[in-house]
C-alpha cells in the first residue's frame, strides 16, 4: 500500500527521483515479508518500467505477479500499460480487457484503458470507451483527461479544451493545469495559455 501511493505520488505532487525509490523499497519490503504478495511484485514491475526503464525486469515482475495472481485486475492494468509502451498494442489491449472483466465496475480500470488505446493511435476507439464512462459519472476525471488525447490528435480542439477544463475542476493538480494550458496554446488561444504559463511558474 505505501508503494502504490508513492508510485501515485510521482510526476504528479513530487519528482519521480524523490518518489520512486521509495516506491521501490515499500514494494521490496512486503516481497521480504511476504515473497508471494503478487502486488508488491506488480508495483516493483512498475517501478521497473516506468522509472528504470529495465524492462526485462519489470517484464519479470509482472509475470511473477500474475503467476501468483492472476485475478489481479490492477495488475493486469499496469502490465498492460507495460506492453503499450514496448508497442506491443494487442497484447497490451488483451491484459486491459482482461482487467475489465475481472473488475468490469472499476472506475480506475475502465479510465485507464485509455492508455492503451492512446498509444496504439486508436482515437476514435478512445473517444468510444471514454464517453459511456462519462455519462455514468460526470465525475470520472480520468475518462475525461484521457477524451482530451483523442480529441487533440483529431484536431477537434474546442471539445478537448471543454473537457480538459472538466478534468482540471475536477482535479486542480500542476499536471491538469500544463495540459489545459498546452491544449489553449494548440488552439491558439495565446492569452490564455500564458496565463496558465503565469500560474504554473507562481
Not at 519521480?16 to 508471494?36: F, S, Y
Amino acid at each position: 500500500g505505501m508503494a502504490e501511493c508513492y508510485w501515485g505520488l510521482s510526476s504528479v505532487y513530487y519528482p519521480p527521483a524523490d518518489v520512486m525509490p521509495k516506491a521501490k523499497w515499500a514494494a521490496q519490503k512486503a516481497i521480504e515479508l511476504d515473497d508471494t504478495q503478487g502486488e508488491a511484485h506488480g508495483m516493483l514491475g512498475m517501478v521497473s518500467s516506468q522509472f528504470e526503464f529495465s524492462r526485462e525486469e519489470a517484464a519479470r515482475q509482472f509475470q511473477r505477479a500474475l503467476d501468483l495472481k492472476p485475478s489481479d485486475a490492477q495488475v493486469h492494468l499496469w502490465y498492460s500499460m507495460h506492453l503499450a509502451e514496448l508497442g506491443r498494442f494487442d497484447a497490451a489491449l488483451s491484459e486491459s480487457e482482461q482487467a475489465q472483466k475481472l473488475d468490469p465496475v472499476s472506475p480506475f480500470v475502465n479510465a485507464y484503458l485509455g492508455v492503451t488505446l492512446f498509444f496504439a493511435r486508436r482515437y476514435d476507439q478512445l473517444i468510444q470507451r471514454m464517453r459511456p464512462l462519462i455519462e455514468m459519472d460526470p465525475n470520472q476525471q480520468q475518462a475525461h483527461a484521457f477524451l482530451v488525447l483523442a480529441y487533440e490528435q483529431k484536431g477537434r480542439y474546442a471539445e478537448a479544451i471543454k473537457e480538459m477544463e472538466k478534468a482540471y475542476e475536477l482535479d486542480k493538480d500542476q499536471d491538469g493545469l500544463a495540459q489545459l494550458g498546452h491544449m489553449y496554446a494548440v488552439s491558439g488561444r495565446t492569452a490564455d495559455a500564458r496565463r496558465v504559463l503565469r500560474q504554473l511558474s507562481d
